[in-house]
């Protein structure tokens, strides 16, 4: 009986989403530099429900190289959900490596990925020194997120300045594929399940082309998504906000009683009147808000759907790659 082919030592997992204009460059740029490394190795490309032609640039790569895999999703789950699906389908032996296809993160920084962790460690991480492209605003929004991921953290920590390009051994990669909730976020999944991991520094750059797809809209409701994922500090902000509420308007109340037995009680003014029953609405809302968006986040979890359908799963054919020169 043929025995069959051994896996390849490494996965390179990348989600797609509408990516047609960049992703063939991203495959010239990253195959020299994985041949370099004289590995075996295997590309998975997630569609994650495109609706350009990335389906058939895949299919296309594909055709040319056979270390090419494709997990085509049933529909657009989002990117969190992408990623998932393409660990779950990753055969590297040795570890997967995590990178976005617009060559903001160059693939040129995965040997830097590999030798890091070559020193002992299971994670590394490309940390951003640069954020090349970026306005301003995103630059600033991003630091504020961080800052605050970091105090709302508690004992996970979360990396400052870093995205989900990073390698993970195999060790570290199937304790994270154990972690199934609905309500994804990478980042703090990543951080949560620990292992030894170490920071390589790189500066990020410009989209090579077509356009993000993360507005300000999408990164905020990102930002829920990890807030609300990754710690409880919201709910107990709205407790330390109900109490702060609770004590001022026992402080009003005791000063309305106070004017009214020494200076009588004059008509009560309507705007005054109008600015405190909106305060004590306001918070209110605020508070039943963060419970609902929590509670919404367990109505979701209960109702055990898969995280994702695949249409079409196209793996590697390590039989058919072609050999590889050996490292140095």
């Not at 890091?116 to 951003?128: K, M």
């Not at 410009?206 to 409701?221: C, H, I, M, V």
Request: charged share 20%; net charge positive.
């Amino acid at each position: 009986m043929q025995s069959s082919p051994a896996p390849p030592a490494l996965s390179v997992i990348v989600p797609c989403y509408n990516e047609q204009e960049v992703l063939p460059e991203f495959h010239a740029r990253l195959v020299p530099v994985m041949d370099a490394m004289g590995w075996p190795w295997e590309v998975v490309y997630v569609n994650d429900g495109s609706r350009d032609t990335t389906l058939a640039v895949m299919s296309a790569l594909a055709a040319a190289d056979a270390r090419v895999a494709i997990v085509n999703l049933s529909r657009n789950f989002g990117k969190e959900i992408a990623l998932t699906a393409g660990l779950d389908h990753s055969r590297g032996s040795d570890g997967v490596i995590v990178i976005d296809a617009d060559l903001q993160d160059p693939p040129e920084v995965i040997p830097a990925l590999i030798a890091a962790a070559q020193q002992g460690y299971d994670v590394a991480y490309a940390q951003r020194s640069a954020r090349h492209g970026e306005n301003i605003l995103k630059r600033a929004t991003a630091s504020a997120f961080y800052r605050l991921m970091q105090r709302l953290g508690g004992k996970v920590q979360l990396p400052r300045d870093t995205g989900d390009f990073r390698f993970m051994s195999r060790r570290s990669l199937d304790a994270l594929l154990t972690l199934r909730e609905q309500h994804r976020f990478m980042k703090g999944l990543f951080a949560w399940v620990g292992f030894p991991s170490v920071a390589v520094p790189y500066e990020r750059a410009p989209r090579a082309a077509g356009e993000t797809k993360w507005n300000y809209w999408k990164l905020w409701n990102l930002s829920l998504e990890g807030i609300t994922s990754f710690t409880v500090g919201p709910l107990k902000i709205a407790t330390y906000l109900g109490l702060a509420t609770a004590l001022f308007a026992g402080v009003y109340l005791l000063q309305l009683v106070i004017r009214t037995i020494f200076f009588g009680n004059p008509t009560a003014g309507y705007p005054s009147l109008m600015a405190v029953i909106l305060f004590f609405g306001g918070v209110q809302l605020i508070t039943l808000g963060i419970i609902g968006e929590y509670l919404g986040r367990i109505f979701n979890e209960t109702k055990g759907r898969p995280l994702y359908l695949v249409e079409r799963h196209l793996p590697s054919s390590a039989d058919r790659q072609v050999p590889h020169r050996a490292a140095g």
